[in-house]
């Protein structure tokens, strides 16, 4: 069950589509049409052992829906752009009742509106009509650090963000966490290839090590993206990794988080910058310090993503959304901060905690001038004006 105040608009209505959740693929192999109900790991169990797959979301558990009209970054944005990018045509029912469709032929502004703007103003989707492309086996996974050397994955973290232009296949995340009732702090990174062509034997001392989801053993090699994460680079390796070869449908199970949590995210967004960047993680372990006594949370999860300007040229080339990373001409990092927690009493101390952290980074961002005015709908939080942020065109 949802805590109160999980509605996306105050005093609002939430409609569940859930039932309408079928999907039909084009007989040429080149469209899936997926109704609005669906979740992202029920669309790889039906198109992963045909051998196809859509740009969509890094957790199975994630609806259709909400990620597409929200924007949506997946393990593949930096082929083919953002998952609303990959929308051929959107089934809609307008306020009047009227069923139609959005495409780049057929009410082509309302098709531009949907790719990233959400659908809450317009009517609701109903089904969607994405592009689907060939995929194989991937290699991906969590691995997990000492969080004394945190700062070693900065400047690894960076370079692959100025790189992905040129190693478009990879996928990262450096992520820290902090667990409140331990008061233990983990480093973690998740890693997705997806460039095809893996197997055991290029990426671990043994071609039985890692080929299974059931072993944990750490890769030798790491794919070319990666390649800045080897022990030769960091110094020290992870703790434990689930990185292996697998398909869609494992690979995004993992990132599916427990239910019945009160959750809070809150984004922000700056400049690609290894001094920019580690002064924000400076930022927040501070302030994260100043709440050490009695935390408001029980686990504060720093979520460091690349937004390079690649991923805007590709949805320029498929037509353009309203998202608005195109007014940025450099590469950039997205920031979310987590917070989870049950109990109700903590609600305000947490959303203080958030907008605290938030607007701290936002204050040293714009000092410096490697603030960007872009906050990712998806994880926007409720006194955040994300489709605002994405500038005054859009």
Known sequence: MLPVGSNGIVDGVTVDLRQMRSMIQSADNQTTYVQAGAKWGEV???????????????????????????????FFTGRFGFTCDNVKNFEIVLGNGTITNANANHNPDLFKALKGGGAGNFGIVTRFDFAIFEL?????????????????????????????????????????????????FTS???????GGNVSADKYYT?????????TTTAPTIFPSPFQNFSISKIGF??????????????????????TGNRNKYGPSCFANNLTVLTEV???????????????????????FQ????????????????????????GNNILFS???????????????????????????YTKQVGAWRPWQYLNYAMEDQDPVGSYGEGN
Do not use: C
């Open 44 to 74: 790889s169990d039906v198109l992963g052992p045909l051998g196809y797959a859509v740009p969509g979301g890094r957790a199975s558990d994630v609806g259709v829906a909400g990620l597409t009209l929200g924007g949506g970054n997946s």
């Open 206 to 214: 043994s071609s039985t090590s890692n080929s299974t989801t059931n």
């Open 237 to 258: 390796p992870s703790n434990a990794s689930t990185l292996r070869i697998a398909n869609l449908t494992d690979i995004a199970a993992e990132g599916d988080t427990p």
């Open 281 to 303: 993680n400076s930022i927040i372990a501070r302030v994260l310090a100043s709440v050490a006594a009695d935390p408001p949370y029980e686990f504060a999860t720093m979520e």
């Open 337 to 363: 901060f987590d917070a989870t927690w049950t109990d109700p009493a903590k609600d305000t101390a947490v959303r203080r905690l958030s907008t605290w952290v938030l607007g701290n980074i936002t204050e």
């Open 188 to 194: 973690i990174n998740l890693y997705v290839y997806t």
């Open 136 to 184: 194989g086996l991937l290699w991906g996974g969590v691995a997990f650090y000492d969080f004394k050397g945190l700062g070693n994955m900065y400047k690894p973290f960076v370079e692959f963000t100025e790189n992905t232009v040129e190693s478009p296949n990879g996928s990262l995340h450096v992520v820290w966490q902090h667990n409140a009732t331990s008061n233990e």
């Open 306 to 329: 690349p937004v390079p300007r690649i991923y805007t040229t590709h949805s320029l080339t498929q037509g353009g959304n309203v998202m608005g990373l195109d007014r940025f001409a």
